[in-house]
């Protein structure tokens, strides 16, 4: 039972270095999400999808890009890496409900730790 | 004003004592509402979820949820040392796409 894979774990960049995080789930789930957290924080979302195509913001996008090809994939892309990058990165992914009632329940990755020097 | 807020604590609860923790929302539209524990170093996981106002219990976990208040809580009974974990309160955005966590609320359960 994979759930929601991601890679690497850890990863050091340079300022101004680029690097895609994957995110992989197995579970057929339509919505996936990348938030980032920072240090005794909360969750922020960075991206998410609601099915293969189609991708929006969410509340902290800049510096990064997504791209959704398939189901089961949903990388995230970091262009001109900054120290302010620096951050725990979750991808997750949810089955999505009916109208009214959306009481679905989010499946974490391991999470991704990303320091920029 | 954030659109989730949390007390970020610590709070700090006697092991057998009853930890209250508390949420606000902003967007009235939102339709469901989600308390995640995450251990120190670990990814969130999912305890309660509720959608209608009232109180839903599981085992030691009682949510409760008051929309005209826009108000959520989570009620941990019996407290014990290895519920000491930092609580995330998340709601799920009007239109049913975006869950917008709070900055979360660190407990420790004394033993």
């Known amino acids: 039972n994979a759930g929601v894979t991601q890679t690497p774990k850890f990863r050091i960049l340079k300022i101004g270095q680029s690097m895609t995080l994957q995110c992989t789930q197995d579970?057929?789930?339509?919505?996936m999400y990348w938030y980032r957290q920072d240090p005794g924080m909360g969750l922020k979302l960075i991206y998410y999808?609601?099915?293969?195509?189609?991708?929006d913001k969410g509340e902290v996008p800049n510096g990064y890009n997504v791209s959704r090809s398939t189901t089961e994939d949903f990388p995230l892309r970091l262009e001109l890496a900054a120290p302010s990058q620096t951050s725990v990165y979750f991808c997750a992914s949810s089955q999505g409900g009916q109208l009214g009632r959306w009481d679905t329940e989010a499946f974490f990755g391991q999470g991704t730790r990303l320091t920029v020097v | 004003q954030k659109e989730v807020e949390q007390n970020s604590g610590p709070l700090s609860v006697p092991e057998g004592a009853i930890a209250s923790l508390n949420c606000t929302y902003s967007?009235?539209?939102?339709?469901?509402f989600f308390w995640y524990r995450q251990y120190s170093g670990k990814s969130p996981e999912l305890i309660m979820f509720?959608?209608?106002?009232g109180d839903k219990e599981d085992g030691r976990f009682t949510a409760q949820l008051n929309k005209a208040s826009q108000y959520v809580s989570l009620l941990i009974r019996d407290s014990q040392p290895s519920d000491s974990a930092t609580y995330l309160c998340a709601v799920l955005h009007t239109g049913g796409f975006k869950t917008i966590f709070g900055a979360g609320t660190r407990l420790f359960v004394k033993a």
């Open positions: 967007d009235r539209g939102s339709q469901s």
């Open positions: 579970m057929n789930h339509n919505y």
């Open positions: 509720i959608y209608s106002n």
């Open positions: 999808s609601v099915g293969a195509g189609i991708t």
